[in-house]
């Protein structure tokens, strides 16, 4: 069991209002904590203080339990306990820890989190562009060292014992690094967590997304991810046969958006020949990258880190071998932020997109108003296969 903490008992003195029922993005900053740690299977439990009572009814509504902190004037370290205890006495194999003005925390950062540190055994948290985040990842190893420590800098004088070994997980979101001590970065807050409005933007379009042909072979199944393949024979033909069949669609397009990787880029060469859009390659189109593992063969890949293998098997969305990997989340929000892009600087009624596997599938679930655990198991596009939403 996995415990999830959020520290609600403070005075919130700086931000000059109780911060637990503060409105994020059309919930409360409770609300929202609880539901994050909640996403990634956590048991929540909300740490209270101050003005308790006015908690009450949202923690009810929530089905959260309370822990009330009666030392909480003493800081919030006391609340960090508050918390420890509970779950240490529950046999937890950790805790999430989670302070309630951390409100605009991605649920992928949890999930992606749990999936990537969460059997290492460590302290682990996300980073956003080097700088430490939340939530804290607690390990049941050191639940009792904490509830010991009596050492300066509370919590974080008991992590710094084990600086060295902190797992510190490069993430895409700015909302890990967010919080709300002032009206100031509240406001910041709310401005990120506010609708980036990709729904009205590509409402009444239309939108072809193709995914390359079928690659040259390899002596076992490989990896594929951003390993350069060349389009075989019959990738080619499908290729081709793909503009025959898009030029029959008559499209109102302005242009021909293409992953840059060579069997996409080859493969938009081939439809255009059809079609005669000016062809433009974006990034954010490419194909997962797997970091150490692509391009090789999966069986080798098994047999040299077999843990990391399963690891990913169990939670195949979420988890990132290493530094030069992504998880699927990570994808979809590259992939969101370049269709965003696209939407505001296009206004084309159609929009063609040629890409990977995966990267139809984030957008098959961002373009039906879902996300890529959604989409995984529902868009299943073979090499050469056009899938179309009408938005």
């Known amino acids: 069991m996995i415990g999830g903490i959020v520290l609600a008992a403070g005075y919130s003195s700086r931000m000059g209002d ?182 009205a933007l590509a409402k009444g379009r239309r939108f072809y997304l193709l995914r390359h042909g079928d690659t040259e072979k390899h002596s076992g199944k490989i990896i594929m991810g951003r390993y350069d393949a060349h389009l075989s024979d019959l990738g080619r033909e499908q290729m081709r046969r793909a503009g025959e069949t898009l030029a029959g669609y008559f499209l109102r397009a302005e242009a021909l958006y293409t992953s840059p990787l060579r069997r996409a880029r080859d493969s938009a060469g081939l439809v255009n020949a059809a079609l005669g859009l000016p062809l433009r390659e974006e990034e954010g189109f490419s194909e997962i990258s797997l970091g150490a593992w692509d391009g090789r063969l999966i069986e080798d890949v098994k047999r040299q880190w077999p843990a990391e293998y399963a690891r990913r ?39 063609l997109i040629l890409s990977h596997a995966g990267v139809v599938k984030c957008l098959y679930g961002l373009l039906r108003g879902k996300d890529i655990d959604w989409a995984f198991d529902r868009c299943r596009p073979e090499k050469g296969e056009l899938t179309i939403v009408e938005t």
């Open 313 to 351: 098997g169990e939670y195949l969305t979420s988890y990132r071998f290493d530094e030069g990997s992504e998880s699927f989340y990570m994808v979809q929000y590259r992939v969101r932020q370049t269709l965003l892009r696209i939407l505001r600087e296009d206004p084309s009624p159609d929009l």
């Open 18 to 199: 109780f911060k637990p029922l503060l409105p994020v993005g059309g919930a409360t900053a409770l609300e929202r904590c609880a539901e994050t740690l909640r996403a990634a299977g956590a048991d929540v439990a909300v740490v209270t203080g101050h003005r308790r009572e006015e908690l009450a009814g949202p923690m009810k509504a929530l089905g959260a339990a309370e822990l009330y902190n009666p030392d909480y004037d003493q800081g919030m370290f006391t609340s960090v306990l508050t918390g420890l205890r509970h779950f240490a006495a529950l046999g937890a194999e950790g805790v999430l820890l989670l302070p309630c003005d951390c409100a605009a925390v991605p649920r992928e950062a949890v999930l992606q989190l749990i999936a990537c540190a969460g059997d290492k055994g460590e302290y682990a948290l996300p980073t956003f562009e080097g700088k430490k985040g939340h939530p804290l990842w607690i390990p049941a190893q050191y639940f009792q060292e904490i509830l010991n420590y009596t050492g300066p800098g509370g919590l974080k004088g008991a992590r710094l014992l084990h600086e060295d070994t902190l797992l510190r997980l490069p993430m895409p979101w700015k909302g890990t690094v967010l919080d709300m001590d002032t009206p100031e970065d509240y406001a910041a807050l709310c401005a990120y967590a506010a609708e980036d409005g990709l729904a």
